[in-house]
T-cell receptor, first 113, second 115 residues
Framework: KAGVTQTPRYLIKTRGQQVTLSCSPISGHRSVSWYQQTPGQGLQFLFEYFSETQRNKGNFPGRFSGRQFSNSRSEMNVSTLELGDSALYLC????????????FGPGTRLTVT | AQTVTQSQPEMSVQEAETVTLSCTYDTSESDYYLFWYKQPPSRQMILVIRQEAYKQQNATENRFSVNFQKAAKSFSLKISDSQLGDAAMYFCACGIKAAGNKLTFGGGTRVLVKP
């Protein structure tokens, strides 16, 4: 099976712009979770989608949003970008609940200038 | 809320030797999982080992084993016969079964392997 894919791999945006990141889970996986990784804050959970529904949400402002499509692919959107949004954004997919292993994608490196 | 603490920012080990990474966690939940993830320079997170909290037996995966002390809320990782490919950041994480796939990560420990 193909692994988790994330596009784009690298992105440079300007403050105030918005950005959309995409994550394609492993075939058959219904859960997609998103994480932000920064040197200062480490790895932080953004949200999880399961069967097109947001199942869990981390402590991030409303500028961060996401969605999941019927084929389980997920997108996350960040509006009104700030310099502090520069980070590696990781997504992870899983067949279902916490009983299953999560598989991570290679990440999208976002730089906000 | 869960917290995960890794007190060692960096550990160095000689090739073929053993290194132990420390992790402590705090949760009020009874049904949870603990994980060690490896993040090499490529930045791809790779699951090293997983432990269900209800299991007393320590998990083992080849050269990787854990020492799970539930009462002390401690979950250390031992890497035996260290190899150059083991050099990476290692993250300890906790997941609560009721919270779906949300993981709380520690700050990470960088492992350096000396040839």
């Amino acid at each position: 099976k193909a692994g988790v894919t994330q596009t784009p791999r690298y992105l440079i945006k300007t403050r105030g712009q918005q950005v959309t990141l995409s994550c394609s889970p492993i075939s058959g996986h219904r859960s997609v979770s998103w994480y932000q990784q920064t040197p200062g804050q480490g790895l932080q959970f953004l949200f999880e989608y399961f069967s097109e529904t947001q199942r869990n949400k981390g402590n991030f402002p409303g500028r961060f949003s996401g969605r999941q499509f019927s084929n389980s692919r997920s997108e996350m959107n960040v509006s009104t970008l700030e310099l502090g949004d520069s980070a590696l954004y990781l997504c992870a997919s899983s067949p279902g609940t916490a009983d299953y292993e999560q598989y991570f994608g290679p990440g999208t490196r976002l730089t906000v200038t | 809320a869960q917290t995960v603490t890794q007190s060692q920012p960096e550990m160095s080990v000689q090739e073929a030797e053993t290194v132990t990474l420390s992790c402590t966690y705090d949760t009020s939940e009874s049904d949870y999982y603990l994980f060690w993830y490896k993040q090499p320079p490529s930045r791809q997170m790779i699951l090293v080992i997983r432990q269900e909290a209800y299991k007393q037996q320590n998990a083992t995966e080849n050269r990787f084993s854990v020492n799970f002390q539930k009462a002390a809320k401690s979950f250390s990782l031992k890497i035996s016969d260290s190899q150059l490919g083991d050099a990476a950041m290692y993250f300890c994480a906790c997941g609560i079964k009721a919270a779906g796939n949300k993981l709380t990560f520690g700050g990470g420990t960088r492992v350096l392997v000396k040839p």
